[in-house]
């Protein structure tokens, strides 16, 4: 019989925050969305996790992010539902602006009106 694997460490409160922080960056985020193969992507969130003080491998990395996205997902179908009592997941508000389109937390592509005033007026 094979030995067992050896199990990582559970992640703590701070790495969990930390992975989001690294996870939820435009630059991570656009690289995610643009390739189905991002392993070199997780390879650069482990090392964004290991320059804040954490020792996590590409894998751990994916692999809590995959149990995030899935815990934030199943959180939200439920809270879709009509009269089911509203669910929630941990670092909900943290995972909602990422995956949720948060208006609030989701870059606004209009120009400020401010300046279009100026243009206006200059005109």
């Known amino acids: 019989m094979p030995p067992r694997a050896r199990r990582a460490p559970v992640w703590s409160n701070g790495e969990l925050l930390d992975l989001i922080a690294v996870w939820g960056e435009e630059a991570v985020q656009s690289q ?5 193969r991002n392993f070199d992507t997780f390879g650069q969130i482990s090392r964004a996790m290991i320059e804040r003080g954490h020792d996590r491998d590409a894998m751990q990395c994916r692999i809590k992010v995959k149990e995030l996205r899935s815990a934030y997902r ?16 941990r670092f909900y508000k943290e995972l909602d602006a990422i995956l949720g389109g948060d208006p609030t937390t989701v870059p606004s592509t209009t120009v400020d009106t401010g300046e279009r005033d100026e243009e206006d007026g200059e005109e």
């Open 32 to 36: 995610l969305r643009s390739s189905r």
């Open 74 to 89: 199943k959180a939200r179908e439920a809270n879709k539902r009509s009269g089911a009592p509203p669910k929630t997941c």
